[in-house]
Every structure is written in structure tokens, then in C-alpha cells.
């Protein structure tokens, strides 16, 4: 839950100009006595049914007089089948001029709780740990591109960021990727589209968008070749029946699937592509569609919407939300790639104990959704929890209830069959701030 709980740790930080460092260390016997201002503190409860894999306290630089107004968060996280964190997270001050960004990488074994050996040559670690730019200033065509997405492709050490601008109406799309080794590779997508950018199991992809005419999703090089290498552009779709939007999934190894959004029913669409009558080396086109799959609504769908996905470790199930705004409801649908079914879980329900814009929410392959809310199911407010919904607006406490003592979730993800947490805490009146990452016990 996105409250802001200061961590009561009073500290008198004397700057003249401070330079951003970070520490990880383990938690003091006495969380309340500041004289190791790096020692990071217990965010939990006594009892808590949730545990720390991660800890990270920084001083984030400022200057004087400044300390707080110094801000931090988290980009992406997730544990890839080796176990081990993968995290982005970043940090942010106010310079005399323009607001500074600095973003910090970390892969953690959690196994033994210490750095991941990423067995890397030389070039290739100092590629790895290169900033990743959460602001980059790209111009093109009279045009800035902003950041649209951060994620890490599912289960893996790759992370991708996603920017668009606008230009009469339409979108144009810039895709930077950071590999676990010793590639980086932007690619300026010219061709105008419309939709919105997503993260599919291995591929970065556009939805669809109401009504659309030209949607593409990027292929990137296999993992196994331990670089991002090229992307280029997977598919172009050119049907207009996603009057409600929709998602795409491209696939190198199999056929790439659209899921189209209408008033009344959903509907699974296996694409095959091809060079088609317009050859390209690096484009290709649909040339055949096939509807594999249908749902019938029984309230129907209305704009806008949005969406989010999740994957099984394997990529053969995905479930994703739909969220109507206009009725503040969620449902939620799985598809699974290998026996193509198609259901409905949750069907136009609420998050009864969390609060639109401060929640953050994950699924997992059954199409349950977690969400964050207030303790105590919703009563109080100042305290944070974790629930599970399930069909028949059955709401579950996960973990403990109001378990978290200080801090601020920013991101909830259900991996490997747990809930996970990204937490950030800060010290008041100073430039202190507390990376955590929890896992349900």
C-alpha cells in the first residue's frame, strides 16, 4: 500500500555536499539508535509472517539543507529461476538546476544472501554496471521521448525500458535494453503506431489499442546467447476489431497470439506472420489469422481500460486484469498457450479493503489477484496488509495482517507460488533511505 510511514530514526546529518553511497549490512540489536546512520532497520512487526531476502540502506546525495526532499524507488524486481533478486531501483535529488537521477542494479543469490556470481568477463561487468538511464533526455523529430515502462522480462536478469512520444495524435516508440551481460541496444521505432507499451513473457510489445490499425510487438535475440542483440520489429497486425483494445504477445518460438477486447466478449487470435507482398528483412506481416479461442462477457466492457500481466515461470499461462475506471472493477482471465483454454476467474470485482492509485497489484497463474490495502480489512488506515481475492469476493490476508511498521510498498509480485514486496523507507529530515525487499513466509 502506497502509505508513507516514516522510519523513526532521528538522525543529525551535518552536509556541505553529499555524494550518494549505499551499504548493506545487517539490521542493529537496537533499531533506534542512530549511531551507525547506514545500519538498516526492521520494517516488521514482531511476528510478521513475512521475512527480509534484501536490505539497502543510502545516502542519497543532496545538498545542504535539502536532505528531504530526496526521494527514492523501485524500478522492477524479480526472481529468476536460479533464485536469485534481480532489482532496479533508483534515487532522486535536487540539484541547484534539474532534479538528478541515479540508478542502482543489484542481483542477489538468495540462497546464501550475498551478490550473484554473474561469472562476467571484465567488459561485460562493467557493462552490467552501467547506470540505466530512468530520464534520458531522447529527441527526435522535434520530439522528447518519456518513460513509459521498466520491467524486467519475467523470471530473468534482462530489463527493458520502454519511451514514446506523440506526434499528430499517434505514438512512436524507443525501446532500450540492458542485458545480464555485455550488450546494450536502443532501437527508434519510426513507424507511428497506436496502443500502448507492455512487457510479454520475452518480448517488449504495444496493446492494442481501440479501434487500431498498426500494432507491433519486438523479437529479441535468445537469452542464451547471454546478450540483448538486436530488436527488431516481430509483427504488424492490421485488423480493426479490438474495440476495446486488447493484448498482443509475440513469440519467437511458436505462433504469436492477439487477445482482442470487445463489448461483450474476449477473444484469442493466433497470428502467423510472414514477409507477405511486402518484403522486408526486418518486418514481418500478418498474413493469416486464427480465432483459437472466445469468452462471452456477462457485463460488458467499457473505456477506457487498463491492464496488467502475469506469467506461469514457463510462459505456457498467462493472466492478466482488465480494469474498468469508470466502475473502479477488476476481472481477471487466464490463457494457456499450450492447451489454448481461455476462462474468466474474477468478474467485475473490487479491491474492498485497498484504495484506487495507492494499491499495487499482481495475479498469479490461477488468476487470483494480491493486492495491497489497509490493515485490519480496510478499518485501519494506518496500518498496511496484503490480501488475496478470490472468486466470490473472497478476500484472504496473506502473511500477517498489519505486519509492516515503517516504510512504503512500491511494488507487489507473485513469483515462484509467494507474494514479494518492494519497500522503501526514509529517515525523516535527511537524505537516508532504506531499500527492502519482503517475501511472504
Same mark, same amino acid.
Given at each position: 500500500?502506497?502509505?508513507?510511514?516514516?522510519?523513526?530514526?532521528?538522525?543529525?546529518?551535518?552536509?556541505?555536499?553529499?555524494?550518494?553511497?549505499?551499504?548493506?549490512?545487517?539490521?542493529?540489536?537496537?533499531?533506534?539508535?542512530?549511531?551507525?546512520?547506514?545500519?538498516?532497520?526492521?520494517?516488521?512487526?514482531?511476528?510478521?509472517?513475512?521475512?527480509?531476502?534484501?536490505?539497502?540502506?543510502?545516502?542519497?546525495?543532496?545538498?545542504?539543507?535539502?536532505?528531504?526532499?530526496?526521494?527514492?524507488?523501485?524500478?522492477?524486481?524479480?526472481?529468476?529461476?536460479?533464485?536469485?533478486?534481480?532489482?532496479?531501483?533508483?534515487?532522486?535529488?535536487?540539484?541547484?538546476?534539474?532534479?538528478? =537521477? +541515479?540508478? /542502482?542494479?543489484? %542481483?542477489?543469490?538468495?540462497?546464501? !544472501?550475498?551478490?550473484? *556470481?554473474?561469472? &562476467?568477463? $571484465?567488459?561485460?561487468?562493467?557493462?552490467?554496471?552501467?547506470?540505466?538511464?530512468?530520464?534520458?533526455?531522447?529527441?527526435?523529430?522535434?520530439?522528447?521521448?518519456?518513460?513509459?515502462?521498466?520491467?524486467?522480462?519475467? =523470471? +530473468?536478469? /534482462?530489463?527493458? %525500458?520502454?519511451?514514446?512520444?506523440? !506526434?499528430?495524435?499517434? *505514438?512512436?516508440? &524507443?525501446? $532500450?535494453?540492458?542485458?545480464?551481460?555485455?550488450?546494450?541496444?536502443?532501437?527508434?521505432?519510426?513507424?507511428?503506431?497506436?496502443?500502448?507499451?507492455?512487457?510479454?513473457?520475452?518480448?517488449?510489445?504495444?496493446?492494442?489499442?481501440?479501434?487500431?490499425?498498426?500494432?507491433?510487438?519486438?523479437?529479441?535475440?535468445?537469452?542464451?546467447?547471454?546478450?540483448?542483440?538486436?530488436?527488431?520489429?516481430?509483427?504488424?497486425?492490421?485488423?480493426?476489431?479490438?474495440?476495446?483494445?486488447?493484448?498482443?504477445?509475440?513469440?519467437?518460438?511458436?505462433?504469436?497470439?492477439?487477445?482482442?477486447?470487445?463489448?461483450?466478449?474476449?477473444?484469442?487470435?493466433?497470428?502467423?506472420?510472414?514477409?507477405?507482398?511486402?518484403?522486408?528483412?526486418?518486418?514481418?506481416?500478418?498474413?493469416?489469422?486464427?480465432?483459437?479461442?472466445?469468452?462471452?462477457?456477462?457485463?460488458?466492457?467499457?473505456?477506457?481500460?487498463?491492464?496488467?500481466?502475469?506469467?506461469?515461470?514457463?510462459?505456457?499461462?498467462?493472466?492478466?486484469?482488465?480494469?474498468?475506471?469508470?466502475?473502479?472493477?477488476?476481472?481477471?482471465?487466464?490463457?494457456?498457450?499450450?492447451?489454448?483454454?481461455?476462462?474468466?476467474?474474477?468478474?467485475?470485482?473490487?479491491?474492498?479493503?485497498?484504495?484506487?492509485?495507492?494499491?499495487?497489484?499482481?495475479?498469479?497463474?490461477?488468476?487470483?489477484?494480491?493486492?495491497?490495502?489497509?490493515?485490519?480489512?480496510?478499518?485501519?488506515?494506518?496500518?498496511?496488509?496484503?490480501?488475496?481475492?478470490?472468486?466470490?469476493?473472497?478476500?484472504?490476508?496473506?502473511?500477517?495482517?498489519?505486519?509492516?511498521?515503517?516504510?512504503?510498498?512500491?511494488?507487489?509480485?507473485?513469483?515462484?507460488?509467494?507474494?514479494?514486496?518492494?519497500?522503501?523507507?526514509?529517515?525523516?529530515?535527511?537524505?537516508?533511505?532504506?531499500?527492502?525487499?519482503?517475501?511472504?513466509?
Amino acid at each position: 500500500m502506497k502509505i508513507t510511514k516514516c522510519i523513526t530514526l532521528l538522525l543529525i546529518v551535518s552536509t556541505v555536499f553529499k555524494l550518494s553511497c549505499e551499504t548493506e549490512t545487517n539490521t542493529p540489536e537496537d533499531p533506534n539508535n542512530p549511531a551507525d546512520p547506514f545500519a538498516v532497520v526492521n520494517l516488521l512487526h514482531d511476528k510478521a509472517e513475512w521475512e527480509s531476502v534484501y536490505d539497502s540502506m543510502m545516502n542519497v546525495g543532496s545538498l545542504s539543507g535539502r536532505e528531504n526532499t530526496s526521494t527514492a524507488g523501485i524500478s522492477d524486481f524479480t526472481v529468476d529461476e536460479k533464485n536469485q533478486l534481480n532489482l532496479v531501483f533508483w534515487t532522486w535529488w535536487q540539484s541547484q538546476q534539474d532534479g538528478i =537521477y +541515479t540508478c /542502482y542494479r543489484k %542481483s542477489i543469490d538468495l540462497n546464501t !544472501k550475498s551478490p550473484a *556470481k554473474l561469472t &562476467l568477463n $571484465k567488459f561485460a561487468m562493467t557493462m552490467y554496471n552501467q547506470v540505466i538511464s530512468r530520464n534520458p533526455q531522447y529527441y527526435s523529430n522535434g520530439e522528447y521521448y518519456n518513460l513509459k515502462m521498466e520491467a524486467f522480462k519475467p =523470471y +530473468t536478469n /534482462y530489463f527493458v %525500458s520502454g519511451f514514446q512520444h506523440y !506526434k499528430n495524435g499517434l *505514438k512512436a516508440y &524507443l525501446m $532500450k535494453g540492458q542485458a545480464s551481460n555485455d550488450e546494450n541496444s536502443n532501437v527508434n521505432f519510426s513507424q507511428y503506431q497506436s496502443g500502448d507499451f507492455d512487457m510479454a513473457f520475452r518480448n517488449p510489445t504495444i496493446n492494442l489499442n481501440p479501434r487500431s490499425f498498426y500494432i507491433f510487438g519486438a523479437n529479441m535475440a535468445d537469452e542464451s546467447m547471454n546478450f540483448m542483440g538486436t530488436i527488431h520489429t516481430h509483427y504488424y497486425y492490421q485488423e480493426a476489431n479490438a474495440t476495446h483494445g486488447g493484448l498482443t504477445e509475440p513469440r519467437v518460438n511458436g505462433k504469436s497470439v492477439a487477445i482482442e477486447f470487445r463489448e461483450n466478449e474476449l477473444e484469442v487470435t493466433e497470428l502467423e506472420t510472414g514477409f507477405g507482398n511486402r518484403p522486408n528483412e526486418e518486418v514481418k506481416w500478418m498474413i493469416h489469422r486464427t480465432s483459437v479461442a472466445k469468452l462471452t462477457l456477462s457485463i460488458p466492457l467499457q473505456l477506457p481500460l487498463k491492464t496488467y500481466r502475469h506469467y506461469s515461470v514457463d510462459g505456457n499461462i498467462l493472466s492478466f486484469y482488465i480494469y474498468n475506471e469508470k466502475t473502479d472493477k477488476y476481472s481477471t482471465f487466464v490463457y494457456n498457450f499450450t492447451s489454448k483454454t481461455f476462462m474468466q476467474k474474477l468478474d467485475n470485482v473490487s479491491i474492498t479493503y485497498g484504495e484506487k492509485d495507492k494499491s499495487d497489484l499482481d495475479l498469479d497463474e490461477e488468476g487470483n489477484l494480491y493486492y495491497t490495502g489497509y490493515g485490519k480489512n480496510g478499518s485501519d488506515k494506518t496500518a498496511t496488509s496484503v490480501y488475496k481475492l478470490s472468486p466470490g469476493g473472497v478476500n484472504t490476508v496473506i502473511g500477517s495482517d498489519s505486519f509492516l511498521k515503517y516504510g512504503t510498498i512500491e511494488k507487489l509480485k507473485y513469483l515462484h507460488g509467494k507474494v514479494y514486496l518492494g519497500v522503501i523507507g526514509t529517515r525523516p529530515e535527511t537524505a537516508y533511505r532504506q531499500v527492502t525487499i519482503l517475501r511472504q513466509k
